[in-house]
Structure formats: structure tokens, C-alpha cells
């Protein structure tokens, strides 16, 4: 049988592709791993790399304050990332980098068994929604996938570097609140 403890561990050994050896700290998650509402990054950055945390730099504390504008915080969520290791540059996270991940995560997911599944950003989606999902377009709908509820948003980066679409994502948020309402039963 599975365990957190387990899971970790065999994470932390992983070395299935060439990130694992450059990592300064495996990035495994943060949160309360019991939460009904999952968030799933793509990767870790620089910060999440040297503090072993997701979204601990600048795209954190964003995503800690869009949390709060619904009456959420990181110990009623769980987060993660398809690749828990850090991409040189903070490139993209390559196919067969997301590839060798996937299990980890498919583990985490299983574990946590959440009712809601927010991916943040594009990365995230194409990866658990479909493979030609569009950030622009597509965001905020919801789709039903293995008896969970999953949407995407707009990464915490991205509305750094583009302010302009902050009015949508805050849209979002609103239906991730109604959402989690109508399917939590332990969220608020």
C-alpha cells in the first residue's frame, strides 16, 4: 500500500531523467495533503529549487494572495507540480522530463484523491486536461476527468508578466469558489 512517507522517498531517488541531477532540492509538494482542492504548477523555479517548496518566489506569493481572495490558504489546498525537479533557466518542463514525472504525480493524486483539480497554467493542462488545450481560450472551464472536477487558470507567472489578464483569472477564482462549494464538503 501506498503511503506519503513511501511516495516521498521513492521520489526523492529518482534520477529517471537528467533533472534529478541537477536539482539542489527535490520539490515535492506543499499543503495539506488531505485537502479536497489539488493546484498542479508545471515546475519548480529557482526559489522552489533552493527552498525544496512549490511556489515560494514571486509567483508564491501571488498565488498565496489569489488564494485569499477565496477564502483560501495553503492548509486547505494541496500543490504540486508535473515535474519536481527544476528546469535549467526555468525552461518549460521537456516531454520526456514530464514524462518521467508522471508517475510521482498520478501517485500524489491518488494519495490526496481530491475532489477539484486546478491546473496553473498551460503546462499543467496540456498535461492533464488535453495535449491541445488553450490557456487563452479554455481557461476557467471545467472538465471532468477520472470522477474529479478540473479546471485551469492562468500560472501565477504569467500574470506577473502580464497584468491585463488578472479581471479573467479573477473570474476563475469566483467559479473555483462556487465549485468547491458545490462539491466539498470540507473545503469552507
Wanted: hydrophobic share 40%; with cysteine.
Amino acid at each position: 500500500m501506498d503511503t506519503w512517507e513511501k511516495l516521498k522517498a521513492d521520489c526523492r531517488g529518482c534520477q529517471a531523467c537528467s533533472l534529478g541531477r541537477t536539482r539542489k532540492h527535490l520539490v515535492f509538494a506543499d499543503g495539506n495533503p488531505e485537502a479536497e482542492v489539488m493546484l498542479i504548477g508545471e515546475g519548480p523555479g529557482e526559489q522552489e529549487d533552493l527552498q525544496g517548496l512549490p511556489f515560494v518566489g514571486p509567483a508564491g506569493k501571488l498565488l498565496d494572495q489569489m488564494l485569499q481572495m477565496i477564502d483560501l490558504d495553503r492548509s486547505r489546498v494541496y500543490i504540486a507540480n508535473i515535474v519536481k525537479c527544476r528546469p535549467p533557466g526555468n525552461r518549460d518542463p521537456l516531454n520526456i522530463e514530464q514524462e518521467a514525472c508522471r508517475p510521482w504525480l498520478d501517485r500524489q493524486i491518488a494519495l490526496a484523491d481530491p475532489k477539484i483539480i486546478v491546473c496553473l497554467g498551460r503546462i499543467a493542462a496540456m498535461a492533464l486536461i488535453k495535449e491541445d488545450f488553450r490557456i487563452t481560450r479554455e481557461h476557467g472551464q471545467w472538465f471532468d476527468r477520472e470522477g474529479r472536477r478540473i479546471m485551469a487558470i492562468y500560472h501565477p507567472s504569467a500574470l506577473l508578466r502580464d497584468p491585463s489578464r488578472r479581471p479573467e483569472t479573477f473570474m476563475d477564482l469566483r467559479a473555483l469558489r462556487k465549485e468547491i462549494r458545490a462539491v466539498c464538503a470540507h473545503t469552507y
